[in-house]
Each structure stands twice: as C-alpha cells, then as structure tokens.
C-alpha cells in the first residue's frame, strides 16, 4: 500500500475525536501508580497472591504502536484499514491477559458462541432439516471492536462475572482492571500520543472475550426476547460479530427486525445478508437444496491467494516454522495434487 494512502487512512481514523484524543505525553508512569494500588488493595484483603501480584506489575513495558492492516477484500485500490494497538508486553498487556483467562471459558457458555470455522461445522451438521422457502441470513457490526462504548461493555463484563461463581472480591478486581484497560488504552503514531475513548483496541489479549460479553448481554437483552426472533429465527450462532441464523419468516419481516436491531443503539449498527439458496459465513459455503437440507462447501474471498515461504528464508531454525509449513498447507497441496 502506498505510504500516502496508509497515512491518510490512519489519521481520517484518528480524526475521530469520539474514539480517540491525543495526549501531550508517555502516560506510563501514572498508569503504572495506578495498577500497583490496585495490586496492593487486592493482595492486602487476599484475593491475589503475590504470584499474580508479580504477573499484574509489568517493570519495563514497551510503548503500544498503531498501525492498519488494509481490508483488501474490501477495496484493492484504496483499502479501509483494520485498526490494530501493537500492545504485546506494554504496561496493560498483564491485565488484559489476565482477563481474558478469566473471561474466556464464560464466553464459551453462552447460547450463540462459535469458536472458529471448525465449531461452526459441528454445529451446524447437527441442524434439522429446515423449511425448504426459509431464508439463509447473516449479519456483522460495523467495527465492533470501536463502537463498544465504556459503560456498556463494562456492564455486560460484570454480568457475565455476577453469573459465573466467581467471589465478590474477584469481581471488584476483575472490573477495576478491566476499567484501566479500557479507560487508559493509550499508544503512539509518529510523535503523538493518543487514547482511545471508546471501544477495546484490536491487539489486546482480552478484546474479544470482551467484545463476546457485550454482544451476548445485547443479545440476551434485545434479540432473544424478540417475538420475530421467537417466531422465525433457528439455528442462530455468532462468532464475535459474525452472525448466522435461518429465518423462517417472509424477507420484508426479516428487513423490519433488521432495522430495529440497528436503531437500539446508534453506534451499534448491523449490515445483513440473505438469500434462499447459499450464504458464506467464515470460511464456510452453507447450501440449502430444495428439500432444505443444509452441506457446507470452502468458501474463499476473491483476493484470498495461497501464502508460500521459501525453505532459505531466515526465520528462527529453533521455531520449527520451516518444518511445520507444509503441513498447514496440506489442504492446498492435495488440492493440487
């Protein structure tokens, strides 16, 4: 991608002055006064261990860096950017991952949760027959990950924790870590400091666990209780912000729920897709045939390209990425063959 172009992409995103806002400096320091009150609260009435307390305290943290990955899917000649916080080994990168370890195996026991493509065709190998005019439907959010608003995603984290059987203690702690990861997500492009106002940042451990709670307490609140989600909906399953259900309804029934799921909130906002016969969803091809049996197929993006690295490249000997390379691309390699 041309620099101009990925430095244009960049800044229109960080023009956004309801997202983010620059800062006049480094604000690791009191960050770092910050996570060590908390430590010292929680060790001192025994909720954490001087292990965790140690694990929590990051002593020389690197600096998070913003970046883009151009959504080439989306354009070829000038590509939206992803968003991504490089925010591995920063001082709020301990608690992120601290969190997501908590967080995680709830997310997994909610109604909708899909891990990855591979639980997705095991679920849906399960489905019944469907009838054979019913609608193959998926839905997304516009950048979900940006459009999370503080106090609402906060909320829908310490529900998901009221519900699991985790000790009052713990859910203090588990907020109050969680609010400086979101309050104090801060990084660097070129020389300006910026924070991130709202949403979670793409590159932190615990983003998705958190993005999983908010749209599964939106969808508990709001889908689930829906007398045309009652009526008409099956066989509904998320990943994330990927949606796919089957709508038994007529389409203009499906248009209306549509629109009223994206006027709850007006930074949550879903795009829709639907058709009678086929719908990709991941890397998934769902087929229905006129008797409304459903089979999966591969599906691949147009841009999508096979990925070869060459033996000589000088990637660390010790990673065993050399070694292991044709066995991720033994799928392609059978194809071929």
């Known amino acids: 991608?041309?620099?101009?172009?990925?430095?244009?992409?960049?800044?229109?995103?960080?023009?956004?002055?309801?997202?983010?806002?620059?800062?006049?400096?480094?604000?690791?320091?009191?960050?770092?006064?910050?996570?060590?009150?908390i430590i010292n609260i929680y060790l001192d009435n025994g909720t954490i261990d001087q292990q965790t307390a140690r694990f929590l305290s990051n002593p020389h943290p690197i600096t998070p860096v913003f970046y883009v990955l151009p959504k080439i899917h989306k354009s070829l000649t000038n590509p939206p950017g992803r968003p991504i916080v490089a925010s591995t080994d920063s001082i709020l990168s301990p608690l992120a991952v601290f969190l997501e370890k908590i967080l995680t195996p709830l997310i997994k026991t909610t109604k909708s949760f899909v891990l990855d493509t591979g639980h997705f065709l095991s679920?849906?190998?399960?489905?019944?027959?469907?009838?054979?005019?019913?609608?193959?439907?998926?839905?997304?959010?516009?950048?979900?990950?940006?459009?999370?608003?503080?106090?609402?995603?906060?909320?829908?984290?310490?529900?998901?924790l009221e519900n699991s059987d985790r000790s009052t203690n713990s859910i203090r702690l588990c907020m109050d870590l969680l609010k400086l990861v979101l309050y104090e997500n801060f990084f660097l492009y070129e020389d300006t400091y910026y924070v991130q106002r709202q949403g979670t940042a793409m590159g932190s451990n615990v983003a998705p666990a958190y993005a999983n709670a908010y749209m599964n307490s939106f969808e508990e609140t709001f889908v689930y209780t829906d007398d045309r989600y009652k009526q008409h909906v099956k066989h509904y399953l998320r990943y994330i912000d990927d949606i796919f259900f089957i709508w038994t309804?007529?389409?203009?029934?499906?248009?209306?729920?549509?629109?009223?799921?994206?006027?709850?909130?007006?930074?949550?906002?879903?795009?829709?897709?639907?058709?009678?016969?086929?719908?990709?969803?991941?890397?998934?091809?769902?087929?229905?045939?006129?008797?409304?049996?459903?089979?999966?197929?591969?599906?691949?993006?147009?841009?999508?390209?096979n990925s070869l690295l060459?033996?000589?490249?000088?990637?660390?000997?010790?990673?065993?990425?050399?070694?292991?390379?044709?066995?991720?691309?033994?799928?392609?390699?059978?194809v071929y063959l």
Not at 137 to 152: A, R
Not at 310 to 331: D, G, I, N, V
């Open 123 to 160: 679920l849906i190998k399960h489905c019944d027959t469907v009838p054979p005019d019913s609608l193959l439907v998926t839905m997304d959010v516009n950048s979900l990950y940006t459009s999370i608003t503080h106090e609402k995603g906060i909320t829908a984290s310490k529900l998901l």
């Open 310 to 334: 060459h033996y000589s490249s000088s990637h660390p000997k010790a990673t065993h990425t050399l070694s292991f390379l044709p066995y991720s691309l033994s799928p392609i390699v059978e």
């Open 249 to 305: 309804g007529p389409a203009d029934i499906l248009q209306t729920f549509h629109q009223t799921l994206n006027s709850i909130y007006p930074e949550l906002q879903f795009t829709i897709q639907y058709d009678t016969n086929r719908i990709s969803f991941l890397d998934t091809l769902i087929l229905k045939d006129i008797e409304g049996h459903l089979s999966t197929d591969l599906y691949s993006k147009p841009t999508d390209c």
């Open 1 to 37: 991608m041309h620099h101009t172009l990925y430095s244009d992409e960049i800044r229109r995103q960080l023009s956004d002055t309801n997202t983010y806002n620059t800062i006049p400096r480094d604000p690791t320091p009191e960050i770092r006064k910050k996570i060590q009150s």
